[in-house]
């Protein structure tokens, strides 16, 4: 019989007002949204100039329309098409829970495209300054994740393991937690290095590879102590879902930062 730490039980309800409920994980999602817009008004005016301040402001509605609809499509579309298709409406009932960080991502990238088009902005400097913040959401939704007990990690003897209140009696991963610790405070560190560095700065597309790459590096670690989605097991060569969507990315990534050159603006 392993020993386990107790989980400590945390009402994934933060406040409650008749039908009106303030759910951590809805604040995890307000929260990187808030501290990566207001970050990367600062990180758009560094030069080579990526926008101004005032175009952030608008532009962060592009991007929280691209994580909610992209981060919900990519759900159906990667982790449950089957259910989905013979359930559509479901699709719409967000409040169940079920958001994918990779189709969130392509909603990013598709909102990146189409506003630095409709605002002659560069595509790769923009992209630059705005996956530099990203980490600060990744970090407040795993702990999102560990408050709700959900996404738990793989059965373990680890001195630090936990008794999930729904995954069972066997102590496992807190998996959640290591994610954090990769995916938010590890990759915003280095990407933090690497936009404040202006050489680095000025090779348009290094930093958006260098967290493309970094994610990705990150999640295939992350996903080697988590348990995966019970309704998909493990995949191609043991593989889980999670990490067949990362392998794109560190290639991508790595492809970014080998062609990525300065741009024409001066650095200063």
């Known amino acids: 019989m392993l020993l386990a730490i107790p989980f400590p039980v945390i009402d994934p309800v933060l406040v409650e007002i008749g039908p009106l409920a303030i759910r951590w994980y809805a604040l995890a999602y307000i929260a990187g949204i808030v501290l990566g817009w207001q970050l990367a008004r600062r990180l758009v005016a560094l030069r080579p100039v990526a926008a101004t301040p005032e175009q952030i402001d608008d532009f962060v509605t592009w991007v929280t329309l691209g994580i909610i609809l992209g981060g919900r499509l990519g759900y159906v579309l990667f982790y449950r098409p089957g259910h989905y298709l013979w359930n559509p409406l479901e699709i719409l009932a967000v409040w169940q829970g079920g958001m994918s960080f990779h189709g969130g991502a392509a909603g990013v990238i598709i909102a990146i495209v189409l506003f630095a088009r409709r605002h002659g902005l560069d595509m790769l400097t923009l992209a630059d300054r705005t996956t530099a913040v990203v980490p600060i959401g990744l970090f407040f939704g795993r702990v999102a994740n560990f408050i709700n007990g959900e996404l738990w990690g793989r059965v373990s003897d680890v001195p630090w393991a936990m008794a999930f209140p729904h995954a069972g009696p066997e102590p496992r991963h807190p998996s959640q937690l290591y994610q954090a610790g990769l995916e938010g405070l590890a990759l915003f560190a280095l990407l933090m290095a690497l936009v404040f560095n ?60 080998m062609r990525a050159r300065p741009a024409r603006e001066a650095v200063a």
Not at 208 to 219: H, K, Q, V, W
Not at 237 to 255: D, E, K, R
């Open 198 to 257: 202006p050489t680095i700065r000025a090779r348009r597309g290094f930093v958006s590879g260098a967290f493309l790459a970094g994610y990705g590096a990150a999640r295939l670690v992350g996903e080697l102590f988590r348990q995966p989605d019970a309704h998909l097991g493990f995949l191609f060569a043991g593989a889980t879902m999670g990490q067949l969507l990362s392998v794109p990315m560190v290639v991508v990534g790595a492809w970014l930062m």
